[in-house]
């Protein structure tokens, strides 16, 4: 996989967690996604998105977002020298994504409505002004991301028993699925978890109430629902035992552990640092 335009994304830590192991009655590991350049694993698929795009010529990139994605499109998009649209759902999105893009001269629209209503329209102008759609139905978004599956089994020296991640719009599921599939040591039981009330979850980064790779996720994994209150509970703890400061939606693969409790050696992913979203601390 050749990465024309690169800010030095993947190569995260992979964290033993033994104050939550001891908690939770398993051998809990943090892959720490918040040590990518913006701030997130979207950095990984941006990385191969936009360099295709710019390979092929596209006068620009454009996405819906409700926070991490509109960062990580418009750093990479600087990087390469492309213009970059971001098209907003109006009122959902976190203070310290927004400052992201704006800083790296991103055009922001908001759309009255929700995520999906925002990411219809994202694919109206891709298809329309041939501008490259970054969202993660862009199979090069994947294809990045799946080299975190890779760097887990290499780290480990094998795949965990149980991976658990945050379950937004599926596709970060469907990219673990192909990333154990390309190291060649087996399939993790995956857990992906969502917050029941999609709409307004405190977890801003999986505010989709419509997930675009549903059938292919849940295909591959198994739901588990969880709520605010469980959220804000592991999200402290994460930080208060182990010292890793995420946004609150990082914290749902430790609280479906925390829910299911499948003992054996777990890795839940924890997708964006505290940074991105730090007007959630005052609903502590």
């Known amino acids: 996989m050749g990465v024309g335009v690169s800010l030095g994304e993947g190569g995260t830590p992979l964290l033993e967690a033994p104050r939550l ?14 040590a990518n350049p913006t701030g997130s694993f979207k950095d ?94 862009n199979p090069d978004r994947l294809d990045g991301q799946a080299s975190a599956a890779v760097e887990i089994a290499e780290q480990l020296g094998e795949v965990p028993d149980v991976l658990a991640l945050p379950y937004g719009g599926g596709g970060n599921t469907c990219a673990y699925v192909l990333g154990f599939q390309r190291a060649g040591r087996g399939t993790p039981r995956l857990l992906a978890v969502q917050v029941g009330q999609r709409a307004d979850t405190i977890a801003t980064a999986i505010r989709i109430v419509r997930p675009v790779h549903r059938e292919r996720a849940e295909a591959a994994a198994e739901v588990v629902t969880v709520d605010d209150e469980e959220i804000v509970r592991w999200w402290t703890a994460i930080a208060r035992l182990e010292g890793l400061f995420c946004e609150p939606a990082s914290a749902a ?32």
């Open 21 to 34: 192991s001891e908690l939770l009655g398993c051998e809990l590991w943090l892959k720490w996604e918040g």
């Open 44 to 137: 990984r698929g941006m990385a191969v998105a936009v360099s295709r795009a710019l390979e092929r010529g596209a006068p620009g990139v454009v996405c819906a977002s409700t926070g991490n994605t509109s960062a990580s499109a418009a750093a990479y998009a600087s990087r390469a020298g492309l213009p970059a649209l971001v098209l907003l759902p109006a009122g959902a999105v976190a203070r310290g994504k927004l400052a992201q893009a704006i800083v790296a001269g991103a055009e922001l629209r908001q759309v009255d409505g929700s995520f999906e209503d925002a990411h219809r329209e994202a694919r109206r102008l891709a298809e329309t002004e041939g501008w490259v759609n970054v969202n993660s139905v």
């Open 253 to 284: 693969g430790v609280a479906g552990v925390a829910k299911v409790r499948p003992g054996g050696r777990v890795v839940c992913v924890l997708t964006g640092h505290g940074l991105k979203d730090p007007d959630a601390v005052d609903r502590l």
